[in-house]
């Protein structure tokens, strides 16, 4: 599930470069807002796998 919003993430990075390429600085601010906010989740995500995984070794 991380992968999945690293990507996301990294296609809002892509977008808001190419709207600021364009001088669409609003849109582009936006899609850096996104790719923060998918960025933030993939982090969250890592994290909780992490968190699981030591749970789970530490039970043995």
Same mark, same amino acid.
């Given at each position: 599930?991380? $992968?999945? #919003?690293? *990507?996301?993430?990294?296609? %809002? #990075?892509?977008? $808001? +470069?190419?709207?600021?390429? *364009?001088?669409?600085?609003?849109? $582009? ?5 996104? +790719? %923060?906010?998918? =960025? *933030?989740? +993939? #982090?969250?995500? =890592?994290?909780?796998? %992490? ?10």
């Amino acid at each position: 599930m991380a $992968a999945k #919003h690293r *990507t996301e993430a990294a296609g %809002h #990075h892509i977008n $808001a +470069a190419n709207k600021h390429d *364009t001088g669409n600085v609003d849109e $582009a601010h936006e899609h850096s807002q996104k +790719a %923060h906010e998918s =960025s *933030t989740a +993939a #982090h969250g995500k =890592s994290t909780d796998a %992490h968190s699981k995984s030591a749970a789970s070794s530490s039970k043995k």
